[in-house]
Every structure is written in structure tokens, then in C-alpha cells.
């Protein structure tokens, strides 16, 4: 959980004092290397990993762009409500990889990410999220924090391939074992 922190706070001192800003619907790349703190059995990165690795691409972005001062700064914070993750091939202790958030639309309450995996120009997994910002228990608008942050376009719908990801989502929350 240290080694997490200390990566969230380079990504935000590097954005803030580094890095150019960032547009929100753009695709975002980033190369990173496993190391031996990502594996497990010290060969192949750990599934764990992954999802870290999309956290901070997806913080990355909030803290390169407007949307850092239009959530953040104002007692909002970023939620997750649902994430998936479909792997095709390892990555290896040591090995480079690029990892690419894409923007694949939005809607009122949530943004939906794809989050591609490459290695050698394979893609390695995929990750899709479902995420959000709340303040006092309550979901915001994401259409609205889009416009504040420059986003004058109508919501783009996120593909029917995504939707249907997280479209059982709620459901198996109600079931008797969940």
C-alpha cells in the first residue's frame, strides 16, 4: 500500500509541476515496466496489478486536466462502481508495457473507460471501468463536470459492448449470495 501511495503522489506532483495538461477526451499512453514488486511468484505480474496499474492512469488524467479543480478541489471524490478485466496474455517480470486509457463515452452519473494492455503490439488484457464522482453520498453529474471542464458536446453514449459489461452489475448485488 506504500509503494501505491508513493506512485499516486508522483503522478501528482508530475502533473502538477511536469507535465503538460491533458484533454479529457483524448487517449491517454503510458510505458510502464513490471517490476518485482507487480509479480506474484516472481514471473509474471500479479492480477492485482493491473487493476492498480488502471488507477493510476484514470488519477493521472483527473490530475493533468480541469477536472482535477472542477472534483477534487471541491470535496468531490472519484468512486469506482464497477470494474472488469479480460487477460490474454501475461506480462513478464522485467518486460515493458504500454498501458492506454480510452474515453469510451458517458452518461449523467458515471464515465466509461477502456483501459488496453500492449505488449510488442499485442494487446496483453483489457480493463473496463465504470466510474464516478460523489459528494455528500450522492452521485454528480458527470455531464455537468464535463462542461465545467470544457466538454460543450452532448454526452457521447458508451458502446453497447461496454454497457452490457456492467449491465448485470446491480442485480447481482440482490441476489440471495451477493
Known amino acids: 500500500m506504500i509503494y501505491y501511495w508513493l506512485h499516486f503522489i508522483y503522478i501528482f506532483i508530475g502533473a502538477k509541476l ?3 495538461p491533458v ?8 510505458t510502464r515496466r513490471v517490476n518485482l514488486l507487480d509479480c506474484e511468484s516472481l514471473r509474471y505480474m500479479a492480477n492485482s496489478k493491473y487493476f492498480y496499474y488502471m488507477d493510476l492512469i484514470r488519477y493521472e488524467v ?25 487477460y490474454k496474455k501475461p506480462l ?3 518486460s515493458k508495457f504500454k498501458i492506454t486509457l480510452v474515453l469510451d463515452g458517458w452518461d449523467d452519473k458515471w464515465v466509461y473507460h477502456r483501459q488496453i494492455f ?8 483489457i480493463g473496463f471501468t465504470k ?20 466538454i460543450s458536446s452532448s454526452p457521447k453514449a458508451p458502446s453497447t459492448e461496454v454497457l452490457d459489461l456492467f449491465d448485470k452489475d446491480y442485480d447481482l448485488l440482490k441476489a440471495p449470495n451477493g
Open 23 to 30: 484533454d479529457i477526451t483524448s487517449d491517454l499512453t503510458r
Open 92 to 94: 513478464k517480470l522485467w
Open 62 to 86: 483527473v490530475f493533468r486536466s480541469k477536472m482535477y479543480d472542477e472534483t477534487v478541489k471541491k470535496g468531490m471524490f472519484g468512486v469506482l462502481a464497477s470494474q472488469k478485466i479480460i
Open 118 to 125: 500492449e505488449q510488442n503490439n499485442q494487446v496483453c488484457a
Open 131 to 150: 466510474a464516478g464522482f460523489w459528494k455528500h453520498k450522492k452521485a454528480q453529474s458527470m455531464i455537468e463536470i464535463l462542461r465545467k471542464c470544457g
Open 18 to 20: 511536469f507535465w503538460k
